[in-house]
């Protein structure tokens, strides 16, 4: 807490005025979170001092307010062309990022807004793609920077340029060098000569443990074959909500596991009104995580990084609509 103050007062965060008429005061309180390596055991404890936003009304105190993120597809697409490139991965914290802004408006997006142009200042090009995404070619030296909100991913073919880069970065920031890319956004990566794997074990293992089935017996595949679900079948859920939440998670952890994909993507067409077939089709792919919680991703050294695609249609597959699932 000492800490949070410290850099809040550092970054001149406030100014003490007399309240302007007609103006009413928004609060702040005390954050606590306890951070932990992808293994479980104890990284760090935070504190952040943040403002009361729920007590704010929409048309008077903000219009819009949103952080730009990276895209999970430019995340996987850099880790890719990393592991063939064989790029130095580090990782980055921003303190206190949302009071680096100077601000110009009452509804803002103020710190993305001062991180991207210090980064153009500093000869970085913006891609058009994916706005969060930055890179740089010096001499030879390539940087690429992927921001997600106040945590950052850099990928480099020199070592030495991007520590160099991150002092330059840090006397503009605050900045905490996490060192070699290890877990991002529930996402665990592993370097190794062979390549780079991506899982969320730690994920997977938690959505288990949420919903009681650590101890559940693992199937060898996430939907039944021969299984058509339909929006009227059988009586619906006394509690819909732990569905939609349910299949919310599963949804995310599709970012490393493309064998859960379709069946997810079947369940997620009856969140509005699910029935008991559908709970009883979702709490089958969790088994079938169970089998292999920390199956994922892995790009090899030797990827030829061509664009490769796989397309499949079940014809007239939907009983509700007859229409074909592709």
Known sequence: MNKEIKALEQNDTWTIVDLPVSKHVIGCKWVY?????SDGTLERFKARLVAKGYNQCEGLDYYETFSPVAKLTTVRTLLAVAAVKQWDLRQ???????????????????????????LLEFGFIQSKADYTLFTRILEGSFIALLVYVDDIIVASNNSAEVSGFITLLND??????????????????????????VCQRKYALEVLEDIGMLASKPVQFPMEP????????EQFLDNPTAYRWLVGRLLYLTISRPDISFAVQVLSQFMDKPRVPHLT??????????????QGLFFSVTFSLQMKAFCDSDWAGCVDTRRSVT
């Open 33 to 37: 979170k306890v951070k932990l390596h």
């Open 92 to 118: 980055l914290d921003v303190n206190n990022a949302f009071f680096h802004g100077q601000l110009d408006e009452e509804s803002l997006r103020q710190w993305f807004a001062k991180f991207s142009s210090a």
């Open 172 to 197: 503009r920031f605050k900045l905490k060098d996490l060192g070699q890319l290890k877990y991002f956004l529930g996402l665990e990566i592993a370097c190794s000569a062979l390549g780079i794997s």
């Open 226 to 233: 021969n299984v058509k679900l339909s929006k009227d079948s």
């Open 281 to 294: 089709a979702a709490t089958r792919v969790l088994r079938y995580i169970k089998a292999s919680p920390a």
